[in-house]
Nanobody, 126 residues
Framework: QVQLVESGGGSVQAGGSLRLSCTAS????????MGWFRRAPGKEREGIAL???????IYADSVKGRFTISKDNAKNTLYLQMNSLKPEDTAMYYC????????????????????WGQGTQVTVSS
């Protein structure tokens, strides 16, 4: 089993920045594929960024150029640097993981990931 704990959410004005963190514990060898998803009120959970098992960063078009995903393997921690935030980025943000995803080069559906954190809220005001 893998436990994921997110932190770093909060409230920010449009144009601002936040950095989310997600620390994995437990059987961390089962989390060689990690990503970020979000769910806005009334919407489906959306995949926004993933680091595949080859270390390639993958982004959804909605965040490309504004968000940066990174991973510190020594700390078992995944990050999401969010810049130029917009009100439409307001959502609950979730960290997710699965054992491997060597052949994944587009952001997958939520069902592809096995382990989930509890989420951290991001609110962007105009």
């Amino acid at each position: 089993q893998v436990q994921l704990v997110e932190s770093g959410g909060g409230s920010v004005q449009a144009g601002g920045s936040l950095r989310l963190s997600c620390t994995a514990s437990g059987d961390t060898y089962m989390s060689n594929c990690m990503g970020w998803f979000r769910r806005a009120p009334g919407k489906e959970r959306e995949g926004i960024a993933l680091v595949n098992s080859n270390g390639v960063n993958i982004y959804a078009d909605s965040v490309k150029g504004r968000f940066t995903i990174s991973k510190d393997n020594a700390k078992n921690t995944l990050y999401l640097q969010m810049n130029s935030l917009k009100p439409e980025d307001t959502a609950m943000y979730y960290c997710a993981a699965r054992a491997t995803c060597y052949y994944t080069y587009t952001v997958p559906a939520a069902s592809f990931l096995s382990y989930w954190g509890q989420g951290t809220q991001v609110t962007v005001s105009s």
